[in-house]
């Protein structure tokens, strides 16, 4: 299929609608994770509006790139992207973990088309691209890729270093990794809870090339997904720094909204924010 | 219906059932290319090796990593393969059960969990290897078959039918040579249950090397003036009620007998079974809610009484109270 072809700043814009779709959704849900996805949105706009091959009217065509979401409990961003995407209608979202919803609290591949995988529990995203490559290799398909989003507090999972050992040994250079460094985790920060660094230091002794670059930069996301493609002979780790609650004030770097949903009065407050670009014009629905 | 079986007063062929593994991976592999096997560090012992020599580009050697293992089946499945992922029951499924509900049962991929080495036969190895949860764990998995073989005929049988399945399945191995009983004229149909003897007062319901034993136990009770019915069920799940009420319904006796944990295993389905369908006087050979040790494979399955002899008191037993 064609791509869309979005400015920079289209898809900058694009995020904020995306960000304003997450807020309604955790307020009408009632639970779910604020931080992470709202930090994710950049990462996904790009992926799914510029970066990945894939096709949200026919959503088995089998050269389609793989997006792998290995936090289960980020998918808002990954339902609102879905959603702003073509793949499901938008208002479709604000059925997300009511009773009968495709959009389960944790994502299940089989209820919604588009999905590829099921995940929450954590920790195997990683291993799971490593069978799509591996099997994509044996099928002599050799220009799909598989983008994983993981957690930072994920990697503290032995599965995600196994999934590591086994890509960096048969160098999947097909996959290409996106770690959600925002620092935070449901305990608190990372490096309190179980430190990760030195990060790059780690990944690079498992035999991947690691790149740094600034999560919440569409242009950076882009930038450095085409450089991983580049890279044939080792899978690719992208160390994506983010701000969690990005776009909200109040929420943005404090690890309390980890897994806590705005109530209706903080919803109110996101959203001005998000429909002002954080005041910089005036909202429509003052 | 008369069912082809080995006469087993006559001299007996002993083979290890996961030999029998081996051999119809390797066919399963010939007969289709989306046949693939990925090994926990365990590749001859599982007897993979037959298939990583013939098909190596489809072979993905995993190291010890049980819980990649699992999750590496996940992606190649949701690639089309048919995938088989091999160790040792006591770490796959014994170490990634969760992995195997999330990203196979959960997410429906038809993955084949191969558990090699499963019960106390094992011997030497002691208890940590000695798997004996494993029927258990998997067996209560939505989406998940749960197979274990007589004896290394049916469990090539069995790896043949896996491989044409699109369930995620749980296949159970023992490591010692064991009788062999079927031939390659035995029926074998996943879900299906077999009466390997017919008779009147007892059933004697097993599953994987237990039915031999059963089979040696129907001759004692014949002895004893008891006509014991043998039923084999190389499927736990789906497990075939129909076959079993029926013969249940005919005797009204049970002995469920198998090399694992009373408690959650075939012993346990059966007795959720007959409590709803059909309350009938029964007695569950197995660990008793216990470990095995190290021993010699013959001392440990007498200790725990897990043959022929602690079948037939247990036969007397129901029958008495009938």
């Known amino acids: ?286 | 219906m008369n069912i082809h079986l080995i006469d087993i007063h006559g001299d007996i062929e002993q083979l290890p059932i996961r030999k029998g593994f081996g051999k119809g991976l390797l066919e399963a592999g010939k007969r289709d290319v989306n046949v693939v096997a990925a090994c926990a560090d365990l590749t001859d012992s599982t007897q993979m090796s037959l298939f990583k020599a013939e098909f190596p580009d489809r072979f993905v050697e995993i190291g010890v990593a049980e819980q990649n293992l699992v999750t590496v089946g996940s992606g190649l499945a949701a690639m089309g393969k048919i995938p088989f992922v091999s160790s040792y029951a006591a770490f796959s499924p014994g170490r990634n059960w969760e992995q195997i509900r999330t990203t196979i049962c959960l997410n429906d991929r038809p993955v084949k969990v191969v558990g090699s080495h499963a019960g106390v036969s094992v011997g030497p190895d002691g208890a940590t290897h000695q798997m004996l949860e494993d029927i258990a764990l998997m067996r209560v998995l939505p989406n998940m078959v749960v197979i274990a073989p007589g004896d290394a005929v049916e469990a090539e049988k069995a790896t043949l039918a896996m491989a044409t399945d699109n369930r995620p399945t749980y296949l159970r191995l023992a490591r010692e040579a064991t009788p062999v009983i079927t031939t390659a004229d035995t029926p074998f149909k996943i879900g299906d249950a077999y009466v390997f003897k017919p008779g009147n007062d007892v059933t004697l319901i097993t599953t994987g090397t237990m039915t031999y034993q059963a089979l040696l136990a129907a001759d004692l009770l014949q002895k004893d003036g008891i006509s014991a019915e043998v039923i084999h069920v190389p499927t736990i799940k789906p497990l075939d009620a129909k076959t079993i009420l029926a013969s249940v319904r005919k005797t009204g006796a049970v002995v469920t007998a198998e090399e694992g944990q009373i408690i959650g295993g075939l012993g346990g389905a059966i007795a959720e079974l007959l409590a709803e369908e059909c309350p009938t006087p029964m007695k569950r050979i197995g660990m008793l809610d216990r470990f095995g040790e190290s021993g010699a494979p013959n001392e440990l399955l007498e200790h725990f009484g897990l043959d022929a002899k602690h079948i037939r008191l247990a036969a007397h037993s129901v029958t008495d109270r009938k």
Request: aromatic fraction near 6%.
């Open chain 1, 1 to 286: 299929m064609t791509k869309q072809t979005l400015t920079i700043e289209q898809l900058e814009l694009k995020a904020n609608d995306i960000r304003e779709d997450i807020i309604k959704m955790l307020e009408h849900a009632g639970s779910g994770h604020s931080a992470g996805p709202l930090g994710l949105a950049d990462i996904f706009t790009a992926l799914y509006f510029d970066v990945m091959n894939h096709d949200p009217k026919n959503v088995e065509w089998e050269e389609r790139d793989i997006m792998l979401l290995s936090n289960g409990h980020c998918v808002p961003v990954r339902y609102a992207t879905m959603a702003h995407a073509g793949y499901f209608p938008i208002k479709e979202l604000l059925t997300l973990r009511q009773f009968g919803s495709r959009l389960q609290g944790h994502p299940e591949r089989t209820r919604l088309p588009g999905l590829e995988n099921t995940s929450g529990p954590l920790g195997c995203g990683l291993s799971q691209a490593a069978g799509m490559s591996l099997a994509m290799r044996m099928n002599d398909q050799h220009n799909r890729w598989i983008y994983v989003v993981m957690g930072d507090g994920e990697l503290n999972e032995g599965n995600i270093w196994e999934g590591a050992m086994l890509a960096g040994k048969e160098k999947l250079g097909n996959i290409i990794g996106i770690i959600d460094r925002n620092n935070i985790q449901i305990d608190g920060p990372t490096e309190q809870v179980m430190p990760l660094e030195d990060l790059k230091g780690k990944w690079e002794a498992f035999g991947w090339h690691v790149l740094e670059i600034n999560g919440n930069d569409i242009e950076a996301i882009i930038d450095a997904c085409a450089m991983g493609r580049a890279i044939h002979d080792k899978p690719v780790m992208i160390i994506a720094h983010t701000i969690p609650g990005k776009g909200v004030d109040f929420m943005e770097n404090d690890f309390h909204w980890h897994g806590m949903p705005p109530n209706r009065e903080q919803a109110k407050k996101a959203l001005h924010e998000l429909r002002t670009l954080g005041g910089k014009i005036r909202g429509e629905h003052e």
